[in-house]
């Protein structure tokens, strides 16, 4: 009787990418999510913030209460999670999904910030980091105007949480910037062709 052996699924890869508020992050993913040869799987952040118009559940992020995100904490369920901005919104990172996509052969591709990312880092210290940012503080603040969503408080409290998360992006094995969008996608592919 012939047997048949399973090929073994090779364990996957940990991709931190962070950076600050306006340095376009998302957008960067998407395109990176879509064009970079590695297998690529997206970890969807819980947050306890309220949707905003065009995002959709458990695509952007999983939207739970603040009960459920607090039981999900004392369960130990979060890799990594905090209250962003000082705004009572809390936000994580599901360990057992990410545990479940490493096991698939995937590489799951984190976008949290600078202390998130060093929380993680201690469970996982092999994992690929990468700081993305617009090259300058004037750059950031005019991204972050533009976008023409933030009362004035919170560009003032997203620039000096930008200023601190700058002054870590030596604790990436990366650093991007993000001039133009194709450009950083390109880099980004880059780096994860090369898995380092």
């Not at 590695?38 to 559940?57: M, N, Y």
């Amino acid at each position: 009787m012939d047997t048949v052996k399973l090929k073994s699924v090779k364990s996957g890869k940990l991709v931190i990418i962070s950076g600050p508020s306006g340095a376009g992050k998302s957008t960067v993913l998407k395109h990176v999510l879509a064009e970079c040869s590695r297998p690529l799987e997206l970890s969807v952040s819980v947050t306890t913030r309220h949707p905003r118009p065009g995002e959709t559940d458990r695509v952007d992020y999983r939207f739970v209460s603040k009960d459920d995100f607090a039981r999900r904490r004392d369960n130990d369920e979060f890799l990594e999670w905090k209250e962003v901005f000082k705004r009572g919104d809390y936000y994580g990172t599901l360990r057992n999904e990410v545990a479940a996509g490493l096991a698939a052969g995937k590489w799951v591709v984190l976008e949290i910030d600078v202390e998130g990312a060093m929380m993680v880092l201690e469970s996982h210290p092999d994992a690929i980091t990468i700081f993305l940012h617009p090259g300058s503080d004037e750059e950031l603040e005019r991204r972050l105007r533009d976008r023409a969503t933030e009362t004035e408080d919170s560009i003032q409290r997203r620039l000096e949480v930008a200023r601190r998360e700058m002054a870590c992006r030596n604790k990436y094995n990366h650093e991007v910037v993000n001039n133009t969008v194709d450009q950083a996608v390109e880099d980004i592919c880059h780096i994860l062709a090369s898995g380092e």
